[in-house]
């Protein structure tokens, strides 16, 4: 018996969760399906319970860490329930509801695709074509396949095996006996028998029909061996020419059942489900198998609103797919158990064997759907990526909130020589190349590289917090404990040490170094964290390499023009900026030196060159 009722609340009493909770006490210790609705009287949630009234009270009597769920417990204004026989029957209810009324807080279920089917039509000599649209008209509908190249391909198999009629016509028996219609082209070259001209019997199409539903459901032993039987009948007559056509037959159906998915020929009929979610989505794989094969699968997506529990929403799931695929397999193999009884149905978690292969198999194909799902979504959204890689780093490198902003920092030097220093800043995971600033070691003398990295970091900051800009969320030092330490001493004389993350990346092992902490972080090698980290480091390498270079250019070009007698710093600084070199300020003719710093000064450069190529005296 199905008993529907409701109760509303009384917002206009103080004490709202209060009067919930006295109403809910009322609730029967029955399965059913509860109704949410809000003031305006809109259906906000649907559920299915085992116990009414213990599962309805769970969202009064207890605070809720989960906002959403918080939120949708605030807005309610109205709960009705029905009362139903068993748990199974408020699963399928608690399912067309939702489908039904799509309320706001319910997970949305995610297969809205019109998939292909192939229909044998409810007619006299039946047609088999294939459709996208499920007519209730007695016709009988296979599928729904999720390919329409494999609907094709059954097709084809099916038309080479049996010669069907493809016309719309109405062959009832009067317009038969009436020779209302004619042959077309498709009986003059074999693909059909011609039964709107009475050429075919309704016994033998008919007998055809069966063996084609067979294969359909993929039942392709019994076929086989009908069509042997045949086929050895037709031999003993000495009907040679019909045997040849049955070995044609039966060749074309072994080559179908060899491409098969064939998994076992110990499973008979089982339905196979798996299960994956991430924060936003839960994926359901199915998978049908019929006389050892796969005849069937299909995926759905869950988009999650509130905290759903896994069980919940494979229970869920499973009854959206069988309920659409009017599956009535007995067994079902599952991940993890649920928490509802289907009647009469075996629930299955198998740990090894045959079942437990098929179980790998579904998993592996719902874990790739969900990485694909993954994809497309970061390339229609770079927000949606960016995110996605912010919330990664921030989980991987154990910080407190996404590096938005990261700033990178390395040395250069050689042996001591014109020593520099790099910031490269990433923002989003990349480069902000308008941030990057380059750094001349001032109170550092010779090759000292955690000197020169203490002096960086205090400027860099200091700078930072006098000009009151913003703070990145990771610091990263090129460089191992030592030069690690150097910039959390910075830190500390700047009052920043722990409010900034800091980690240093070793160069050969790729180490990730924490203050404090003498055990190294590793992470894995293909990881997107590590890619970001590589790239930083390399970048800040790059760009401090080519300062580097720049510099020390110009440092040689100032110590070998100064000797020139005339030629001043000033000179020197305006050849350094047009020229860079030396070695191009040789291959510059006089007119175009004499552009830039007068004919005089050209003058006395063209000389000084020009007693530089002429041979010494011996």
Known sequence: MVVGTFLKMDKS???????????????????????????????????????????????????????????????????????????????????????????????????????????????????????????????????PYTSVQMVKTILDVIRRL??????????SRTNIEADKFKVCLEYYIGNCKGPCEGLQMEEEYNENIRQIKEILQGNLTSVLNHLKKQMVEYSSEYRFEEAESIKNKLNILENYQSKSAIVSSSISNVDVFSFEEDESYAYINFLKVVGGAIVQAQMIEMKKRMEEKREDLLALGIAEIRQTLSSNSKEIIIPFPIEIDLKEIKLTIPRIGEKKK??????????????????QRSLKSPETRTQQLMEKMKQDLRLNEWPVLIECF?????????????????????????????????????????????????????????????????????????????????????????????????KKLEEIFYPGDSVPLYLDKNSETLRVLRHIRDEAHRFGITFHRNKRSGKFLLSELAAINGIGEKTIDTLLKKFKTVKRLKETSGEEIASVVGNSKAEKLISYFKGLNEPKAT
Request: glycine share 6%.
């Open 13 to 143: 009493r103080s004490g709202i969760r209060e009067d919930l909770q006295d109403i809910v006490k009322s609730l029967p210790e029955l399965p059913g399906v509860y109704q949410y609705f809000d003031a305006e009287g809109t259906i906000i949630y649907v559920g299915k319970a085992k116990n009414l009234r213990k599962r309805v009270s769970s969202y009064f009597n207890k605070q809720h860490a989960d906002r959403k769920t918080a939120v949708l417990v605030n807005k309610i204004a109205e709960i009705r329930h029905i009362l139903l026989e068993s748990e199974e029957d408020a699963l399928l209810l608690e399912n067309n509801f939702i489908k039904k009324f799509q309320p706001r807080y319910n997970v949305l279920l995610k297969d809205d695709k019109t998939f292909p089917w192939i229909c044998v039509k409810n007619e006299r000599f039946p047609r088999v074509f294939y459709t996208r649209d499920v007519v209730q008209d007695g016709s009988v509908y296979f599928g």
């Open 162 to 171: 049996y010669p069907l009629r493809t016309c719309n016509l109405n062959l």
């Open 358 to 375: 098929l179980l790998d198999l579904s998993e592996k194909n719902v874990r790739f759907y969900k990485l694909e799902k993954n994809r």
């Open 410 to 506: 390395d040395n250069s030097n050689i042996q001591g020589d014109t020593p520099v220093a790099a910031c490269v800043v990433f923002r989003d995971g990349k480069p902000s190349k308008r941030d990057y600033r380059h750094f001349n070691i001032k109170t550092v003398e010779g090759p000292d590289d955690f000197a020169s990295m203490e002096e960086i970091i205090f400027r860099r900051y200091k700078r930072l917090l006098d000009e009151e800009r913003d703070l990145p969320q990771l610091i990263v030092i090129d460089g191992g404990k030592g030069q690690l330490g150097s910039a959390v001493n910075s830190l500390e004389k700047l009052d920043l040490a722990g409010k900034i993350p800091v980690i240093g990346i070793a």
